[in-house]
């Protein structure tokens, strides 16, 4: 489905959450998953940061085809409502990283009170900033 046509549903899926998980697969080709914390701008980028040490970081800089789930674990057996995306991925530097950085700030600030600048995702900070770009979505409802 493409992200013009993306559902109210599904836009509510995304918003109600704090919490995607993350597909991602090293140059061999193996597969691995992590939750993160993320932000969305226009349903259509999906940041997060982290360091560039943990697999999923070393993973899309070696192969930057994602795949993400969102959707509420807590839902009953039955009940269950998620997004599914396809994308690319990528570390954010330059006018992107400035751009991205208020889209993760803005969210941060409403869940958690903490404000991120871009000294907090460049060397030598510990994170960086990273986006999804999707491609292609799908539900299950």
């Known amino acids: 489905m493409p992200t013009q046509a993306l559902p109210a549903i ?19 080709g ?5 939750p993160v914390y993320y932000a969305v701008g226009a349903y259509t980028h999906y940041y997060w940061v982290s360091s560039p040490e943990a697999t999923h970081s070393r993973n899309v800089a070696a192969r930057r085809q994602v795949s993400i789930v969102i959707f509420d674990s807590r839902t009953p057996i039955g009940k269950a409502q998620a997004v599914y995306i396809s994308g690319v991925a990528q570390e954010l530097t330059g006018a992107e ?3 991205g950085i208020e889209v993760f700030s803005r969210r941060s600030m409403t869940d958690v009170a903490r404000q991120w600048t871009v000294d907090d995702v460049q060397p030598p900070a510990l994170h960086r900033l990273y986006r999804a770009t999707a491609t292609e979505y799908s539900m299950l409802d």
């Open 10 to 28: 599904a836009r509510g899926i995304i918003d109600s959450n704090v919490y995607m998980t993350l597909g991602t697969a090293d140059e061999q």
């Open 30 to 34: 193996r597969p691995w998953v992590s």
């Open 97 to 99: 990283l400035e751009n």
